[in-house]
């Protein structure tokens, strides 16, 4: 019986379903097996210690089977190979595993009823196989009438020398691992963060079109970055402390077009420019309750896409990769809440969850003084209702309530109270209060491998709530906004992505008396045209840390202002991640 044993147990990952030679490269064989490779040949000295060879390896093993079980990972005996779901009779190694299952009894799988030959083997179902064989060695020892001769004996004396000079090659790869990781946890700067860069090059252009006010663009080619470090902590394993700081140089294009619509994700706030200044661009601890529920606390500008999933999985690379554009990347209404405040994911099943979260802006968030602080100055509160029916397909309902935010695209009407902060006569004022409440839908859905579509629409109402002072009679703002993306994965290249986006960015319709304000200030009134956005990239994915993006905008009648000639912007952004 053990001649035969022996021969199966010489097979080696017909066993355990993993390898003993070299080639199981990470594996630590536990010490019942590092006992096998250095014991002395049998000499009449030690012929006595022979008959305890199975009672030592025995107590070695024990102290390994029965480490780290967990309710997934607990092994159940089975004494049938028929009973392996995932076992085949055409599998290379069936016929062993029949053997050792159904005569020896000694194989054992899992409570799903599935072996697993193709997984990595822990040290810890080493020692449990091992183990199960050497009880099973242990009786049928017990079964023989003459006892254990010494022809068995050397048997198991042949097997423990045939495998000594894996064991031994094995046994320095693991020493030098060891060395190496001593290395590295001594060298580093920290044992629970990691650091994480990225860094945009970006030449971009304007190469045709009208400003909001009907005047000629010049073509002035510009050079751009963004770089950002990001400090990955966890201190958990579930957890993360992510602190990120941030610089770049890039204006965004409406302080020259004046409307913010085409302007880049990458690039600086609407009308606003960039000087290269080093800041503190995100602060954010998340962490789990229980296994479907994850709170995300913001300290500091938080997007929010940080706590609610923006149905646009393709075009949505915060600025890195995907859509070049604010209005590509994302739908509108996510932008309303944005800065500090908390929020939270809970999945009701795997395939619905709800978003909540409140931010108040980052920059009154901090401040004690009246109209200010975390509740009474600017602020955004969210909620979505995600489903996901299939791996392929996703679609959301949404709903933001928010007071003096900005949508950050569109026209300037739709984005008053940054349209008054940058334009005359209202320069330099931005305390108009507004309060907006808006609704969203949005679906991504993977028709095959190389092709999505998706899209959204949304509906935002804003009011005024004050005069600015008598400037402008209050009033509302009827605001709305759709597109819908094609996104192209793996084309031409592995990794690689072609995009397109068409649609309509946000769009105001205001109340008589406002509209007739903003005419005679020379800000507009309704936007009374539809103006279109057209946006086209290929993703080109030229090593795992470098990618290349070509991509065009094409806005339409900018500003919803057929009046004016149709802008062009270009760019190649070029993206480093380290």
């Not at 606390?297 to 997007?303: D, F, K, R, V, Y």
């Not at 920059?363 to 009474?376: I, M």
Request: one cysteine or more.
């Amino acid at each position: 019986m053990l001649k035969i044993l022996s021969n199966k147990l010489l097979k080696g990952s017909a066993v355990f379903g993993a390898s003993f030679t070299l080639s199981t490269g990470a594996i630590a064989l536990p010490a019942a097996a590092e006992a096998i490779a250095t014991t002395p040949p049998t000499t009449p000295e030690n012929s006595d210690s022979k008959s305890n060879l199975s009672q030592t390896i025995l107590e070695q093993i024990n102290q390994y089977t029965n480490e780290n079980a967990t309710p997934e990972n607990t092994e159940e005996q089975v004494t049938s190979v028929s009973q392996l779901r995932d076992v085949q009779p055409t599998d290379w190694a069936f016929q062993a595993l029949q053997s050792l299952v159904e005569r020896y009894g000694c194989i054992e799988g899992y409570p799903d009823r599935t072996y697993r030959g193709n997984r990595a083997m822990t040290r810890y179902e080493f020692a449990a196989g091992l183990n199960s064989c050497l009880d099973r060695i242990q009786e049928l020892i017990a079964t023989l009438p003459q006892g254990v001769s010494k022809e068995d004996l050397d048997r198991l004396q042949r097997l423990q020398e045939q495998f000594s000079v894996e064991i031994a090659n094995l046994r320095g790869r693991v020493d030098n691992l060891e060395a190496r990781v001593t290395t590295v946890e001594a060298q580093q700067f920290s044992t629970t963060t990691k650091l994480e860069g990225e860094v945009i090059f970006a030449p971009a252009s304007i190469f045709a079109g009208d400003n909001a006010f009907g005047s000629r663009l010049e073509r002035v080619p510009i050079f751009g970055y963004r770089a950002r470090l990001n400090f990955v902590t966890s201190f958990t394993g579930k957890d993360t402390l992510l602190t990120r700081l941030q610089a770049g140089n890039l204006p965004a294009f409406s302080s020259v077009t004046f409307t913010p619509e085409g302007d880049l994700f990458f690039g600086a706030g609407p009308f606003e420019t960039a000087d290269n200044s080093l800041a503190l661009d995100e602060l954010s601890y998340t962490f789990p309750i229980g296994e479907r529920t994850e709170v995300i606390i913001s300290a500091n500008a938080s997007g929010t896409d940080g706590f609610t999933d923006t149905l646009n999985p393709y075009f949505d690379g915060d600025g890195a990769t995907g859509a070049l554009s604010r209005f590509g990347t994302r739908p509108p209404i996510y932008y309303l809440s944005e800065g500090t405040g908390i929020g939270i994911r809970h999945k009701f099943t795997d395939g619905i969850e709800l978003s909540l979260g409140y931010r108040a802006d980052s920059g009154s968030a901090s401040s004690p003084f009246s109209g200010e602080g975390l509740f009474n100055g600017a602020y955004g509160a969210l909620a979505q209702l995600t489903f996901q029916p299939s791996e392929r397909l996703k679609f959301g309902l949404t709903y933001a309530n928010s007071y003096n935010t900005s949508l950050l695209t569109g026209s300037r009407v739709a984005n008053l109270r940054s349209t008054l902060e940058a334009f005359q006569p209202f320069a330099g004022n931005n305390n108009l209060p507004v309060s907006s409440n808006a609704y969203g839908a949005g679906f991504s859905w993977q028709l095959n491998p190389g092709f999505v579509i998706g899209g959204w629409g949304g509906y935002i109402n804003s009011r005024t709530l004050s005069t600015l002072d008598g400037q402008l009679n209050r009033g509302s703002l009827d605001i709305y906004y759709g597109a819908i993306t094609l996104a192209f994965p793996d084309l031409l290249k592995p990794g690689s992505l072609g995009g397109i986006v068409v649609g309509v960015e946000p769009i105001a319709d205001a109340s008589p008396r406002l509209s007739t304000d903003l005419y005679n200030a020379g800000l507009g009134g309704d936007d009374d045209d539809v103006s279109f956005h057209v946006e086209a990239f290929y993703q080109l994915q030229l090593t795992d840390n470098i990618s290349i993006t070509p991509g065009v905008i094409w806005i339409t009648a900018p500003d919803h202002n057929s009046n004016n000639s149709d802008i062009v912007i270009g760019t190649i952004r070029t993206t480093f991640t380290f």
